[in-house]
């Protein structure tokens, strides 16, 4: 095609676009909201795997002791008893003095939280962390002996990240469900949108349509602006959508680093780190979606 050809039918497609402006802002509104929806839920699950992943990796065993604090002979006693277990790679002692000095490091930039706490106040238990290697039967045989009070009356509670890292499976797999939903509901009314949309561009242009016909234009031809139209609905949902991400995503991943709160206990994963995949999949969905939606329409009302 020639040169002043292309550019009067990409001129076309931009004047179509304006032309149908309510229409047209209504595709873009719900196509938004379907990728920002899809990127917040999408962004939801990438976190829980990186975190399920790190307790995964982790093949620890926290064993909480009593309030009571142990003697040193008891305690070291206890230790060398840990040791002999089998499948037992390392044990860590933690006492209730360094388990409040490592929350002031680690809440150093509030330490209002801890202001009321001091040695004679101690809120914080021993602890014994126990590093295992083997299967799963491994651990869980492990996990049976600490258990036992007649073997073990020292401890209060014995936690194992195998239960942790089950909920949050549970609690991904829910996402997952729960975020497919809303992406197949918007993404249908998205494609019925546009569809919509380009039938009232053919309909607002038919004369027009009719004398290319008739003047022997191809079905590329006419189909063309109609094209166009969507993508741009497309790119500019893609645009919008991704503003909107990186506003809502920074804000949650600041409150959550300020808050103090969920410190150590979750991992947020920095958007400069997926900004470019939210961006890709952004770009890619709504021109996959303005594509189908203006393609149905296009073989409905034109038949190319």
């Not at 292309?6 to 032309?19: A, D, N, T």
């Not at 009593?66 to 499948?87: G, M, V």
């Not at 004398?211 to 031809?221: K, L, Q, S, V």
């Not at 400069?272 to 969905?285: H, K, R």
Request: glycine fraction near 6%.
């Amino acid at each position: 095609m020639r040169k002043y050809s292309f550019s009067y039918l990409m001129s076309r497609s931009f004047k179509g676009f304006s032309r149908n402006g309510l229409m047209s802002l209504a595709s873009v509104l719900i196509l938004t909201s379907c990728l920002l929806i899809s990127g917040c839920f999408g962004l939801i699950i990438y976190n829980l795997y990186v975190n399920l992943h790190s307790l995964n990796e982790l093949n620890e065993i926290v064993c909480i002791c009593n309030y009571e604090k142990l003697p040193d002979e008891e305690l070291d006693a206890l230790n060398a008893k840990l040791r002999t277990l089998p499948n037992v790679d390392n044990v860590e002692y933690t006492s209730r003095e360094e388990a409040l000095s490592r929350m002031r490091e680690k809440y150093a930039k509030h330490p209002q939280v801890l202001d009321r706490f001091n040695e004679e106040n101690n809120p914080f238990f021993e602890v014994y962390t126990i590093t295992y290697s083997g299967s799963d039967q491994d651990a869980a045989n492990l996990l049976f002996t600490l258990r036992n009070k007649n073997e073990f009356p020292q401890f209060r509670t014995v936690e194992d990240r195998l239960e942790t890292a089950a909920k949050l499976e549970k609690l991904k797999n829910t996402v997952l469900w729960i975020s497919g939903g809303f992406m197949a509901v918007l993404l249908f009314i998205s494609v019925v949108i546009i569809m919509n949309t380009v039938r009232m561009a053919i309909t607002a242009r038919r004369e027009e349509i009719e004398i290319m016909r008739y003047i022997g234009a191809t079905g590329w031809f006419i189909s063309f602006p109609f094209m166009v139209e969507s993508a741009i609905t497309g790119l500019i949902s893609a645009a919008i959508a991704f503003l909107l991400q990186f506003i809502i995503y920074g804000n949650v991943e600041r409150l959550l680093n300020f808050d103090g709160s969920a410190a150590g206990v979750i991992t947020i994963v920095p958007f400069s780190s997926v900004w470019y995949f939210v961006l890709a999949g952004f770009i890619l969905l709504g021109l996959l979606t303005s594509y189908v939606g203006s393609k149905i329409s296009l073989s409905k009302y034109i038949k190319v």
